[in-house]
C-alpha cells in the first residue's frame, strides 16, 4: 500500500469524518460511496443510481389538461391571471402514481477491536487516483486504509494493512427500506427492493442485491448472527458490489458475478487497474491559477476553506475546486452508467429522497449543470448516460405532446425520473415548465458541436432537436396584441409574478426562458437539417417561425424582463433567473453585440443579490460565475467562485443547497454546484462558439499567472493557455480535423487555420 501523498490533488484532513459533509466520495459511475475514516472505524454509505422506487406509468397526464388549453389561454390573453392559474392548477398538473427517487444504500461498517489511541490519525481523498486514504495508530499497531470504487471491475474495494496484527467486525446497518440479511461463508448478501412512500406506492421499486465479501491475509473470519469477525489478520480487503433489476437484469447474479470477478484478482492488480482507468480521463486536463503561500497550503482543506472565507487568497484551493468538479464527474458518470447524475449526482444522503422535492432529474437546471463541465473539460463521453435518458424522453415526451397538447413532436417538463416521465411536475410554480424537454435535449448539440460527429449528429441529436422543434411548431400561438408567436400556458422556472389584482401567479403565456429555448432548438434543428440536407420544408417552417419570436424586452427597472409583460416579481430575492440562459449558456445575448441587453441582464443579477431574503445556493453561484465569465468581468466572477467554495461548499467542498430554500429544513447536498462551478471556470479561461475561441476572456487580476492544458473549444479545438502578468504568454490550438477558426485576444482577432493533428502556437 502506497503512503499518502501531498500534493495539489490531495484532499487532506487531521481528524475523522463524523457528518456526512466530512466524508470523502469515491464511484465508478453507477456504485457510490461517501467514506467515513475515523480512529476506531471504518464506515462507507453506499449509493447506486439504480436504486429507484416507482415504476413507469401511462396516466401521469391530466386527463383534463388539452380540453382545457384553450380557455386558460384565452383567460392569460386577456389578462385574467387569477382565474387562468386557477384552472391550469385544477386541470394541467401531472398526476404520476408512482414517480419514484433514487434511494440511499445502507451504510458497511468496519470497527477495529478495542485499543488505545496513540495519534497520528490523518486522511485524504487522491481525486488524481480516485482513492481514499486514511492512517491512525491504536495499541501499537498502525492501520492503514484505501479505498476504491473501481470501474473497470464494478466493485467498491477496501483494504486495510497493518504493521502488526488486528480483529475487526464487518456488518451492514439497516436501510431506509426492508432488506434481508444472510451469511455466506466469508460474504454478508442483502437481498431486497426499493420502496418508499413518499414519491411512490410503497409497492414498486427496483429489485436489488448487496454482496460484501472478506478476504483475510491470514486470520479467521467467522460469523457471530450478521456480523463477519476477523481475527488475527495483517491485511484484509473487503469487496462490495450492487447488482438491481433495472431493465429486466437480476440483480443476484449481478452482484455475485462482480465479486466472483473482482476476487479473483490480487488487491495490487485491483489498484492498478482502477488507477489506469480514472487517470485516463483525469489527465487529459490540468490547471495552475497561481500559488498560495504557506502556511495555508499546507493546511487540512477544512481549515483552509474556512480561511478562505474569512477573506484569505488560496488559488490552489480554487484549482482544486475546478479539478474536483472533473473528479466527481468522473465518479459519477461513464460513458456505461446505466444513468445519469441525479440532483445528488451518485451520493445519496437520503435528505432530497425524503425531501418534497426527489433525488431526481431536474429539467429546469440542476441535470442540465450537472454536465456543464463535460464537454469544455474533455469529459464529453461521460454525458453518454445523459444523452440515453433524453432519447428515452423523445419517446416517451412523445405521448405527452399528443395527449395533453395534441402536438406532433415530444415535450417534457420540469422533472423526469428513471423511466423517462414527461408530463408536468404536480404541483404550482414549478410544474408547468414547458422547456424542460428542449432545454436538457441541448445537451445533444454540446456533443456535437465539441466534436462534429456526423454520425452522431445524423442517428442521435438531429431526430431529439426535431422533435423538440415539431412539437414547438405545433404547440405555438400568435399573441393577439403582437403578433409574436408565444408558448403557453407556461412557468418560468420557479418564479412567481403579481396580478393585477396583486395576486402571486405563476402561469403565462411566453415567459422569456421559453423564448430562449425555443429560439436555441429550432436553430439548432435547422442547423442540423442544412449539415445533413435532409427536411427542406421543415427548415422553412423553422425559419418563419423564429422571425415571429418575441424579442427580448427590457422591463422598467432597467431589467431583461423574465416574462411577456413587465410584471413585479412577487418573490424579488428569487435563485432561479432562467431568462439569462440567453446570456450562459446560450449567446443569443452577447456582451459585445448587445451591450444593452448585457447590460439589463446583468441589472436582473443586481436586483436579486439586493433583495431581501436572496436565495443564495449552490448551483445560482455557479450560474454567476458563468453568467459574469459571459460579461467579460473577471473580478464578478472571481467573486462568486469564492462565495460557491465558501456559503455554498462543505469540508469535504461538495456544494449544497442551502436549509430554508425550496422547502428543504437543512443543509442538503446537490451535485450541481461542484460542476458547474468548474464549467464556469473553464468559461472564465475560454470561451467558444464553433467560429470563434477566445482566450482568457474573464481573467481576474488575482490569477496573475497561471496556465490551463487541455480544455475544450468548440469545433474539435484543442486548447492549452499559459499567462503572466494578467496576459496571454502562449497558447496552443490542436485540431482533431481540418477547421478555420477566428481567436480573440481582448480586442485583438486573427484567423488561424488548422489542419487534422496541428498544433498552432499563438502569443500576444
Same mark, same amino acid.
Given at each position: 500500500m502506497q503512503t499518502m501523498r501531498t500534493e495539489s490533488d490531495m484532499l487532506r484532513y487531521d481528524s475523522p469524518a463524523e457528518r456526512w459533509f466530512d466524508a470523502l466520495p469515491i464511484g465508478n459511475g453507477r456504485l457510490g460511496g461517501m467514506v467515513f475514516h475515523s480512529r476506531a472505524e471504518n464506515r462507507i454509505? @453506499?449509493? +447506486?443510481?439504480?436504486?429507484?422506487?416507482?415504476?413507469?406509468? +401511462?396516466?401521469?397526464?391530466?386527463?383534463?389538461?388539452?380540453?382545457?388549453?384553450? &380557455?386558460?389561454?384565452?383567460?392569460? %390573453?386577456? *389578462? +385574467?391571471?387569477? +382565474?387562468?392559474?386557477?384552472?391550469?392548477?385544477?386541470?394541467?398538473?401531472?398526476?404520476?402514481?408512482? %414517480?419514484?427517487?433514487? @434511494?440511499?444504500?445502507p451504510?458497511?461498517?468496519? &470497527?477495529?477491536?478495542?485499543?488505545?489511541?496513540? *495519534?497520528? %490519525?490523518?486522511?485524504? @481523498?487522491?481525486?488524481?487516483?480516485?482513492?481514499?486514504?486514511?492512517?491512525? &495508530? &491504536?495499541?501499537?499497531?498502525?492501520l492503514r486504509s484505501e479505498t476504491f470504487a473501481s470501474h473497470p471491475d464494478r466493485v467498491i474495494v477496501h483494504r486495510v494493512e497493518a504493521d502488526g496484527v488486528f480483529s475487526a467486525r464487518l456488518s451492514v446497518s439497516d436501510a431506509v427500506f426492508p432488506l434481508q440479511t444472510r451469511v455466506e461463508g466469508d460474504s454478508l448478501v442483502l437481498t431486497g427492493r426499493a420502496v418508499e412512500t413518499l414519491h411512490s406506492d410503497g409497492v414498486d421499486g427496483v429489485p436489488l442485491s448487496i454482496r460484501v465479501r472478506v478476504l483475510s491475509d491470514g486470520g479467521v473470519i467467522a460469523a457471530e448472527g450478521q456480523t463477519l469477525v476477523v481475527d488475527g489478520t495483517r491485511a484484509l480487503t473487503v469487496l462490495v458490489a450492487v447488482g438491481t433489476g433495472w431493465e429486466g437484469a437480476d440483480a443476484d447474479v449481478s452482484a455475485a458475478q462482480s465479486i466472483e470477478h473482482a476476487a479473483g484478482r490480487e488487491y495490487s492488480e485491483l489498484r492498478a487497474r482502477h488507477v489506469a482507468d480514472h487517470r485516463e480521463l483525469y489527465d487529459r486536463v490540468s490547471i495552475d491559477l497561481g500559488a498560495t503561500s504557506e502556511p495555508v497550503r499546507s493546511a487540512p482543506i477544512d481549515e483552509r476553506r474556512q480561511r478562505y472565507a474569512a477573506g484569505g487568497q488560496d488559488p490552489e484551493l480554487e484549482a482544486l475546486y475546478f479539478r474536483y468538479g472533473r473528479y466527481l464527474t468522473i465518479a459519477g458518470s461513464r460513458h456505461d452508467s446505466p444513468l445519469p447524475l441525479a440532483l445528488q449526482g451518485l451520493w445519496n444522503d437520503g435528505l432530497a429522497s425524503s425531501a418534497p422535492w426527489t433525488n431526481d432529474f431536474h429539467l429546469d437546471m440542476n441535470t442540465q449543470q450537472n454536465y456543464w463541465a463535460a464537454e469544455v473539460t474533455d469529459l464529453g463521453e461521460t454525458q453518454e448516460p445523459l444523452l440515453r435518458l433524453v432519447e428515452k424522453l423523445s419517446r416517451t415526451g412523445r405521448v405527452t405532446a399528443r395527449d395533453m397538447y395534441g402536438a406532433d413532436g415530444w415535450v417534457a417538463h420540469t422533472v423526469s425520473n428513471a423511466w423517462g416521465y414527461s408530463a408536468p411536475g404536480w404541483g404550482m410554480g414549478w410544474g408547468l415548465c414547458l422547456i424542460g424537454g428542449a432545454w436538457i435535449a441541448l445537451q445533444h448539440w454540446e456533443r456535437w458541436d465539441y466534436g462534429r460527429d456526423l454520425d452522431f449528429l445524423r442517428d442521435r441529436a438531429y431526430p431529439v432537436l426535431k422533435g423538440a422543434a415539431q412539437f414547438f411548431l405545433d404547440h405555438m400561438v400568435e399573441d393577439p396584441r403582437s403578433g409574436w408567436l408565444v408558448t403557453g400556458p407556461s412557468d418560468s422556472p420557479e418564479n412567481w409574478y403579481l396580478s393585477d389584482s396583486g395576486q402571486q401567479c405563476s402561469v403565462s403565456m411566453g415567459p422569456t426562458a421559453d423564448r430562449v429555448f425555443v429560439e436555441a432548438t429550432l436553430r439548432m434543428a435547422a442547423e442540423a437539417a442544412e449539415i445533413l440536407v435532409v427536411d427542406r420544408d421543415l427548415v422553412e417552417r423553422i425559419r418563419v417561425a423564429r422571425d415571429r419570436l418575441a424579442p427580448f424586452q427590457i422591463g422598467r427597472h432597467g431589467q431583461l424582463q423574465e416574462w411577456l409583460e413587465d410584471f413585479d416579481e412577487a418573490v424579488p430575492s428569487h435563485r432561479h433567473t432562467s431568462h439569462l440562459m440567453a446570456l450562459f449558456p446560450e449567446r443569443q445575448i452577447d456582451s459585445r453585440r448587445d451591450p444593452e441587453l448585457a447590460r439589463a441582464a446583468e441589472v436582473v443579477i443586481e436586483r436579486r443579490e439586493a433583495a431581501p431574503g436572496w436565495e443564495q445556493t449552490e448551483w445560482v453561484e455557479a450560474n454567476l460565475i458563468a453568467y459574469y465569465a459571459r460579461l467579460l468581468k473577471g473580478e464578478q466572477a472571481l467573486a462568486h467562485v469564492r462565495s460557491l467554495i465558501a456559503d455554498a461548499s462543505e469540508a469535504n467542498l461538495m456544494s449544497y443547497s442551502r436549509g430554508g430554500v425550496a422547502g428543504a429544513a437543512q443543509n442538503i447536498y446537490s451535485f450541481d454546484g461542484n460542476a458547474g462551478g468548474t464549467a464556469g471556470i473553464a468559461e472564465m479561461l475560454v470561451q467558444s462558439d464553433g467560429e470563434e475561441i477566445e482566450l482568457l476572456p474573464a481573467l481576474p487580476a488575482a490569477w496573475t499567472r497561471g496556465a490551463v492544458r487541455g480544455l475544450r473549444a468548440r469545433n474539435g479545438i484543442h486548447v492549452d493557455i499559459e499567462w503572466d502578468g494578467g496576459r496571454l504568454a502562449r497558447g496552443v490550438l490542436r485540431a482533431e480535423h481540418d477547421v478555420s477558426v477566428r481567436v480573440r485576444r481582448g480586442d485583438a482577432l486573427s484567423r488561424v487555420d488548422l489542419a487534422a493533428g496541428e498544433e498552432v502556437v499563438i502569443s500576444d
Open positions: 454509505q @453506499l449509493s +447506486e443510481s439504480t436504486a429507484w422506487s416507482g415504476a413507469p406509468a +401511462e396516466t401521469d397526464v391530466n386527463p383534463g389538461a388539452r380540453a382545457h388549453l384553450d &380557455r386558460i389561454r384565452d383567460l392569460l %390573453f386577456r *389578462g +385574467e391571471h387569477d +382565474e387562468a392559474n386557477r384552472l391550469a392548477g385544477e386541470h394541467l398538473l401531472g398526476r404520476p402514481t408512482s %414517480f419514484g427517487t433514487n @434511494l440511499p444504500l451504510d458497511l461498517r468496519l &470497527r477495529f477491536a478495542a485499543g488505545a489511541d496513540e *495519534g497520528g %490519525f490523518r486522511r485524504a @481523498l487522491d481525486i488524481g487516483d480516485a482513492i481514499a486514504h486514511s492512517a491512525a &495508530r &491504536r495499541s501499537g499497531v498502525e
